[in-house]
């Protein structure tokens, strides 16, 4: 089993989920999130002041899946959320040692 965490532009989520039900994922968690990387924040005019924006609004998009179908959800994520510009995000691809569904007990690739 894969973790499959993506940081996107917060305007492409929508277009990454349909991506995501294309390929039946059926389950995937968002957060509402602000960081930087290489863009090292922006800066804005206010008012006539300029100010500095550390922190970028992201998108954390964090989906579990079966290893069969890591690739297409890597694949889906980059290619509706690639704009080719600087900020367009990150994506980890984290080995899944257990998952558990709480209902049932369901262990392993079916408890996705």
Do not use: C, W
Not at 25 to 34: D, R, W, Y
Not at 35 to 61: C, D, H, L, W
Not at 83 to 95: A, N
């Amino acid at each position: 089993m894969k973790y499959i965490i993506a940081i996107i532009q917060p305007s492409k989520l929508e277009a990454v989920h349909d991506a995501l039900k294309n390929i039946d994922i059926a389950g995937m968690t968002v957060s509402e999130v602000q960081g930087y990387g290489r863009q090292m924040g922006k800066s804005e005019m206010y008012r006539g002041a300029e100010y500095t924006v550390n922190f970028i609004p992201k998108t954390k998009i964090e989906i579990a899946v079966d290893k069969s179908a890591e690739e297409a959800v890597v694949n889906a994520i980059k290619s509706t959320s690639e704009t080719g510009k600087i900020g367009d995000g990150k994506i980890f691809v984290l080995d899944l040692q257990e998952a558990i569904r709480i209902r049932t007990g369901e262990t392993g690739s079916s408890a996705l």
